[in-house]
């Protein structure tokens, strides 16, 4: 007789850990005290939990379990910017990177394995699409790096806000991201604030909606040019949201809060989207949303077509931007000796869209 598949407790949201308990025949409250024990204290296992009787943690060891990713490999750039290649049960690997900053600790978490998008620029969309993460590969992530770094000093944890700007496109892997995200906010879990978590998104316009009614956190998006005609190019998505009402929707998004900003990430490719035109025409296009804008210095990656403007270029272009009453950002390149720059990560994956082989067979033909 087939054994029943235990719960991996790592994927349960607040509600649904209650729901779990319940079910079970036992207290609500029991669901805060075992997030608190994986989430807040790293507990892998029931032995441990010691607030819990021991009748009830047998339960457990026969229903439930905590299992995490392996981590296979682990990488630490020069500049202290710390990359996780983490090894899914089938066999996928994703990546994860922390980038340590004075005062602060940022951990850029994936939800997918690769990306189904394809930006042209992004290492990622090239190795294609395999599946989504479900909440608790996502979550682990995060477990995974805190226990990875330890506790500085004065024992706080080192991470101390997170970004979905990993592999792939985290609204389009919608339930199971919003379920991660409830967990890093949770205080029985990660306790973070929702300005401390951040969401980046190319621009699937009806989740940004819903995104703002369910887990209201920050909000980044992908732009990357000042019109649609580039965008198409840069993002494909574009051709089923353009940037009208993409704005639209971020507009909605910080409607009412006199404090929110939507952060607009602009890759800067020599020669394509770098020009001053192109930065009035950004600033004309940003001048009523509350915003700010990161200009990403392009990272390479093996078989781009693009190269990186040089400085003076991203200079020029900051101060359009700066003139026009945009706050605006050069973002310091970090971890790109490991491939742990914006951009450059890709992970191992089985790529099901067969993309990565249609991108190699290109490159062959054209030499």
């Not at 608190?36 to 009830?56: K, P, S």
């Not at 990875?148 to 496109?169: F, K, Q, S």
Request: proline share 4%.
């Amino acid at each position: 007789m087939a054994t029943e598949a235990k719960t991996n407790l790592f994927g349960l949201a607040p509600s649904a850990m209650r729901d779990f308990f319940v079910e079970m025949g036992e207290k609500p409250f029991r669901a805060a005290q075992v997030l608190q024990w994986i989430h807040h204290y790293g507990a892998d296992n029931f032995d441990g939990m010691t607030n819990i009787g021991r009748t009830l943690r047998q339960r457990l060891t026969d229903v439930a379990e905590v299992v995490a990713p392996q981590i296979a490999l682990d990488q630490e750039a020069a500049d202290g910017t710390r990359k996780w290649l983490l090894r899914l049960a089938d066999g996928n690997c994703i990546e994860t990177v922390f980038i340590p900053e004075e005062g602060r600790g940022t951990l850029c978490v994936s939800s997918q394995v690769g990306c189904t998008l394809n930006c042209s620029f992004c290492a990622t969309g090239h190795q294609g699409f395999n599946r989504n993460l479900d909440a608790g590969e996502i979550i682990a992530q995060v477990w995974v790096a805190n226990r990875a770094l330890g506790r500085d000093p004065r024992g706080e944890r080192l991470i101390t806000n997170v970004v979905m700007m990993g592999m792939g496109e985290p609204l389009l892997n919608f339930d199971n991201v919003v379920a991660a995200m409830q967990l890093m906010l949770d205080d029985m879990a990660y306790g973070l604030s929702k300005r401390r978590v951040t969401l980046s998104t190319a621009g699937v316009v009806p989740a940004i909606d819903r995104l703002r009614e369910t887990c209201h956190v920050s909000l980044a998006v992908s732009l990357h040019a000042p019109n649609d005609a580039l965008r198409n190019e840069l993002v494909p998505l574009n051709r089923k949201y353009p940037i009208a009402g993409l704005l639209d929707a971020c507009r909605r998004y910080v409607a009412g809060d006199g404090r929110r900003r939507v952060t607009f990430e602009y890759v800067m490719l020599a020669g394509v989207n770098d020009s001053v035109q192109q930065a009035r025409e950004l600033a004309r296009l940003l001048a009523d949303v509350p915003s700010k804008v990161n200009l990403i210095p392009f990272n390479p990656f093996p078989a781009s077509a693009y190269v990186r403007s040089d400085r003076a270029t991203i200079d020029r272009f900051r101060d359009v931007l700066m003139n026009a009453g945009l706050m605006t950002v050069t973002r310091k390149t970090r971890g790109e000796d490991i491939d742990a720059a914006c951009g450059q990560l890709a992970g191992r994956i089985e790529d099901r869209t067969r993309r990565s082989l249609r991108s190699r067979q290109g490159n062959v033909s054209s030499r």
